[in-house]
């Protein structure tokens, strides 16, 4: 591809072509050369654990002695199950001699081959490794972190999306996972969303007609993570932004140079996508309302309390949010809401910044960037003659001609207000809210959908990375090379 002008902030800049040798490694063998291996979580507090080898030589091993304990042939089912001072193996269901002091490690013997290994239906590249864990027995999948992203890309972005993207997403997801390499511990990652999603060679046949690009975009990427400042970077990555990303400190906790919020007008592209599925995906990743009753409301409000080992105390009457920065200088750069006040006839109750979204839910908060309607709201103007919303009629007195009435139509649930369009009646207590919201996850560094459509555009993948880890600044500080130990 040419080199384009990167217009993003007002400011123009040429970003120079980079000369990669592409070295093309067939889909099914292991890459040669010195890549990280990595352990990936896939059950663990389990009573037993049951495999078969589906393709390749294996062979099973005791990690304790490093001895050989029998050949695996295709198709055999095996069983692993903790004895207390040791692991009981059973072989078609009948057990094999002894007791082996462990680790249990499905070992394949030729790694310039594809090796499977089946484990809860699922075919998995590579090595299967079996501990004992404080409450069970733990399943880890071992493999080089090459082959690892081959399962990851294509399930943490759609494998439809245009190759940059899918570069941009190949370098992202192994900058974070080398970043959770830890040989102390008994697995680096886990194979879902409390690490990065992780299906295995059944992700990549799952990919069907896009399985050559994703693997295309992993082989392409080959070793390069993103450095910043000489460091590789924690590279977090939400589906969408909404149109603006947020700074890592009114999100989470710490401020990152890398993760500032930057506009991301290419999060669009959801709506634009041509392939919505009947639930509205992936438009409502940019864009999304849900309305919820009173009654569901308190329910889930209840809960999260119940949560926090607190008991649930009043009926809730009002949501108060604010958009304040941690530093208390104005207003998030996105828009996102920084604290939420959930107001109940005794008390408040808080929750701050990507926390909020817990009270009611992910799948019900999307996003942090949201907004709160609800039926039972009136504008006033107050004693200092500025307008302001009030969510909780039984707070406002009424000026008549016989003078102030601390409850409006006394004991009713409802009173009337008039207005420009007429008379209308308002709850005192809400009965429905409405959630307004732009943007699916925490806002913090790339948008899935906005490199998507920055790929859509002709942007690179190094364009992508810089724009949202660098701002585009291309100063220097950010930079995309081979990982190195």
């Not at 075919?123 to 990851?152: P, W």
């Not at 707070?395 to 007429?422: F, H, K, Q, S």
Request: glycine fraction near 12%; charge should be neutral; include cysteine.
């Amino acid at each position: 591809m040419k080199n384009k002008a990167c217009r993003r902030g007002g400011a123009i800049v040429l970003l120079a072509s980079l000369l990669l040798v592409l070295v093309t490694i067939p889909a099914g063998a292991a890459p040669k050369g010195d890549v990280p291996i990595i352990r990936v979580l896939l059950a663990g507090d389990l009573e037993q654990v049951d495999f078969q080898v589906d393709q390749g030589s294996y062979k099973l091993i005791d990690g304790s002695s490093g001895k050989e304990i029998s050949p695996v042939k295709e198709g055999e089912k095996w069983t692993v199950k903790n004895t207390g001072a040791g692991y009981q193996l059973l072989r078609e269901g009948t057990p094999f001699p002894g007791t082996i002091p462990g680790p249990i490690q499905l070992k394949a013997q030729d790694t310039g081959a594809l090796n499977l290994f089946r484990y809860q239906g699922q075919r998995y590249r590579g090595n299967l490794h079996i501990f004992k864990g404080d409450s069970g027995l733990m399943a880890v999948n071992v493999l080089d972190l090459e082959q690892y992203l081959y399962g990851v890309v294509g399930r943490e972005m759609p494998a439809s999306a245009g190759i940059e993207a899918l570069k941009a997403q190949a370098v992202i997801a192994r900058s974070y996972a080398v970043t959770r390499l830890k040989p102390a511990a008994l697995y680096d990652v886990t194979d879902d969303t409390m690490t990065q999603v992780y299906g295995g060679y059944e992700a990549e046949v799952n990919y069907g007609p896009n399985r050559d690009k994703v693997i295309q975009a992993v082989d392409a990427t080959r070793g390069q993570v993103i450095y910043y400042d000489g460091r590789v970077i924690e590279a977090y990555f939400h589906a969408n932004a909404g149109g603006y990303t947020e700074d890592s400190e009114n999100v989470w906790s710490n401020p990152l140079p890398y993760l500032r919020g930057v506009p991301s007008p290419e999060d669009e592209w959801a709506l634009k996508y041509p392939h919505q599925t009947p639930g509205g995906y992936p438009a409502n990743t940019y864009t999304w309302t849900v309305t919820m009753t009173r009654q569901q409301v308190q329910e889930k409000f209840n809960a999260w309390l119940a949560g926090q080992g607190q008991v649930a105390a009043g009926d809730v009457v009002d949501l108060v949010l604010s958009r304040q920065r941690r530093d208390g200088q104005g207003e998030t750069v996105s828009g996102r809401v920084t604290r939420m006040d959930i107001r109940t006839t005794t008390g408040t109750a808080s929750a701050f910044r990507d926390g909020i979204r817990a009270v009611f839910g992910k799948d019900i908060l999307k996003s942090t960037l949201f907004t709160v309607q609800m039926d039972s709201t009136v504008n006033i103007l107050d004693g200092t003659g500025e307008q302001r919303a009030v969510n909780y009629g039984a707070e406002l007195v009424a000026l008549g001609a016989g003078g102030v009435m601390n409850a409006p139509n006394g004991a009713a649930g409802e009173y009337t207000v008039a207005g420009r369009d007429g008379t209308r009646s308002i709850p005192k207590m809400f009965r429905q809210v409405v959630f307004q919201g732009r943007g699916n996850g925490h806002g913090l560094g790339l948008s899935q959908w906005g490199a998507m459509g920055m790929a859509e555009k002709g942007y690179t993948y190094q364009q992508i990375i810089e724009h949202y880890y660098n701002q585009d600044r291309f100063d220097g500080r950010l930079k995309i090379a081979s990982y190195r130990r």
